[in-house]
């Protein structure tokens, strides 16, 4: 099975390109008359900005497009990014469609007609857009007694199952790697097994009413579709516990910190989705009674590819980038953004063709080498060592441990003129414990 993908990747076609109009999609808009609340969750969530948000409009007008009418072997990502970022576009045949600023109805990204008109896929565990999809009067959904003057109404299994989700959280790239697997991390996972789908956690329920003239039920479905996006999704979703083997240490003594990292609350792999990009990092530092900062030196496992893991300053990356918008002499921009040297990554990096870093999710070869990011219900343990320096004050240290989150590495988002608040670090966690130093 696996060569067989290996082989022939992107196989996956369910939805049609070009077989409707967008006259057959009944607008968001129209929805709202009567969905009003529905609607604003939507508005504010990914789902309907996921053509027109800035880091999209780039990344596919800058370089996807491109490279896909340069380069033959990733050319199907031309139609294949809109296939999932702007279902209608995609639908329609509309390929490629006009950049977001003209307005189309490819701005509409992943619109309510499009969910609620997907019948099921052609695969069983779903990926790259292989939804099908019967747009018209019957809306599908997830109850057996829901009405409606407007529209007719029909049960589908298929829309109250995770495999919905997978249709386009999974997928290969054109070289047959993994390049998004949120649906599989799931699966093979805790969650799957005791029955929680993503629904349940990104679409909550309850007590209220989903229409204007609806029932007043106890459980409606909340479109929020809250992900990485949302730092209040993110603060807290790694539990943190700090250990060491010392209570009072001398300077010249050595002092071995151990810390515990529980992801207790993510149904995948954190970080997920996107990995060519996210990082998730640890620094920890000792504080002392003055308030100078000394950083713990990082305790390496010695696993195969853990130097991508981390933080090195001197490493480059990305090049593929720079030589898509052609500029000259391109080296890459910093593998590692701007964190400190010497610190804890958890990610799972990707490579091109030419075996080098890329955020090029569609130009990945390989991305097997080393996946260091933290399971449903995994415990990642680190061990860090300090020497104390003679210049310590004496008194109580805080050693510190603060988990970071980035969409982007912030040299990519830097070189690329993203909005600062696409790669700025966000905060999942800190704990501190007290030693103390005497001399
Ligand atoms: C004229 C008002 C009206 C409009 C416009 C409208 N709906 Fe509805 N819709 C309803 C009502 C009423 C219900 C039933 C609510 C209930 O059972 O509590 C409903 C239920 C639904 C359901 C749930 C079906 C189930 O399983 O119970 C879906 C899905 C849905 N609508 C989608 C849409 C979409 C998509 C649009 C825009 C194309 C839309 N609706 C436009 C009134 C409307
Ligand atoms: C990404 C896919 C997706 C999009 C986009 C989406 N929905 Fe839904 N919707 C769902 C799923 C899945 C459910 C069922 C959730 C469950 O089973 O817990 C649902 C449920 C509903 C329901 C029934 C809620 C209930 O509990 O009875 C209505 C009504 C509805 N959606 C309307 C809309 C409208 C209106 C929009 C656009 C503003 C929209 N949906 C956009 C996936 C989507
Ligand atoms: C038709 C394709 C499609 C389907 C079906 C779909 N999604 Fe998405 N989803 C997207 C795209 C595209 C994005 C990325 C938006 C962006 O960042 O531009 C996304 C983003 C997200 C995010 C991240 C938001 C953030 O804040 O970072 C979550 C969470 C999410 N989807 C959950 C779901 C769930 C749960 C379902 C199933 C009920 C689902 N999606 C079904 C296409 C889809
Ligand atoms: C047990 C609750 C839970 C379940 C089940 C769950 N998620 Fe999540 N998900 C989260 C939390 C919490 C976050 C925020 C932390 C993060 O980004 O990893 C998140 C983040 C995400 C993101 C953003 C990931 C990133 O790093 O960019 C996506 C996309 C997503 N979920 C989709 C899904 C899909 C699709 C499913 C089902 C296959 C699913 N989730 C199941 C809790 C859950
Ligand atoms: C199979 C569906 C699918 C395909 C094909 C796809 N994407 Fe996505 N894309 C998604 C989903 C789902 C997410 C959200 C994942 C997450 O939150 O981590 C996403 C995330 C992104 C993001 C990150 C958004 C952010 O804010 O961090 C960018 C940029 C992006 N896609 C661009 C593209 C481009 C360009 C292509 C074509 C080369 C493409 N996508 C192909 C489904 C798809």
Redesign the pocket.
């Given at each position: 099975m696996g060569l067989f993908f290996a082989l022939v990747p992107f196989i996956a076609q369910g939805a049609e390109m070009g077989k409707f109009q967008y006259e057959d999609f009944k607008k968001?808009e129209r929805?709202?008359t009567?969905?009003r609340e529905?609607?604003q969750?939507?508005?504010q969530?990914l789902?309907?900005q996921s053509f027109t948000h800035h880091w999209d409009d780039v990344e596919y007008f800058k370089l996807a497009l491109p490279h896909a009418l340069k380069l033959d072997k990733v050319a199907e990502v031309k139609g294949g990014c809109i296939a999932c970022h702007a279902p209608l576009a995609f639908l329609t045949g509309d390929i490629p469609p006009k950049t977001p600023a003209a307005g189309t109805r490819a701005n509409e990204g992943?619109?309510?007609?499009?969910?609620?008109s997907?019948t099921g896929s052609t695969e069983k565990e779903p990926f790259n857009f292989s939804y099908t999809i019967k747009p018209g009067k019957v809306?599908f959904?997830?109850?057996k007694n829901?009405r409606s003057s407007f529209h007719g109404v029909e049960y589908s299994e298929f829309?109250?199952g995770s495999e919905?989700?997978a249709t386009?959280h999974d997928e290969q790239s054109p070289y047959g790697a993994w390049v998004k697997e949120t649906y599989r991390e799931w699966k093979s996972g805790p969650y799957a097994r005791e029955g929680a789908?993503c629904?349940?956690c990104h679409?909550y329920?309850a007590p209220g009413k989903?229409?204007r003239s609806?029932k007043l039920?106890s459980?409606?479905?909340h479109?929020a579709?809250h992900g990485a996006h949302f730092p209040g999704k993110m603060g807290g979703a790694v539990d943190i516990a700090l250990y060491a083997d010392v209570n009072q240490a001398s300077p010249g003594s050595s002092v071995n910190v151990r810390a515990e990292l529980f992801n207790g609350k993510v149904g995948h792999y954190i970080p997920s989705g996107s990995c060519e990009e996210r990082m998730l990092w640890l620094e920890m530092a000792a504080i002392d009674a003055e308030g100078k900062t000394y950083y713990l030196t990082l305790n390496k496992k010695g696993f195969k590819g853990e130097e991508y893991t981390i933080s090195d300053g001197k490493a480059f990356a990305y090049q593929a980038m720079g030589e898509i918008m052609g500029v000259k002499e391109f080296g890459g921009v910093k593998r590692d953004g701007n964190i400190p040297d010497g610190v804890r990554i958890f990610r799972r990096p990707f490579f091109d063709p030419e075996g080098r870093m890329t955020i090029c999710q569609w130009y990945t070869a390989e991305n097997s080498l080393v996946d260091y990011r933290i399971g449903p219900r995994e415990t990642k343990i680190e061990s860090f060592s300090w020497v104390i320096p003679q210049d310590v004050s004496p008194g109580p240290v805080k050693i510190t441990a603060t988990l970071y989150y980035s969409l982007v590495p912030s040299s990519v988002g830097e070189f690329l003129e993203l909005m600062p608040s696409e790669y700025a670090p966000v905060k999942v966690n800190t704990v501190t414990l007290d030693i103390e130093v005497i001399k």
């Open positions: 968001p929805c709202r009567c969905h529905i609607y969750e939507w508005r969530s789902m309907s992943v619109s309510c007609e499009i969910c609620h997907i809306k959904g997830p109850r829901g829309i109250k919905l989700c386009c789908r629904q349940d679409m329920h989903v229409a609806g039920r459980d409606i479905a479109h579709f």
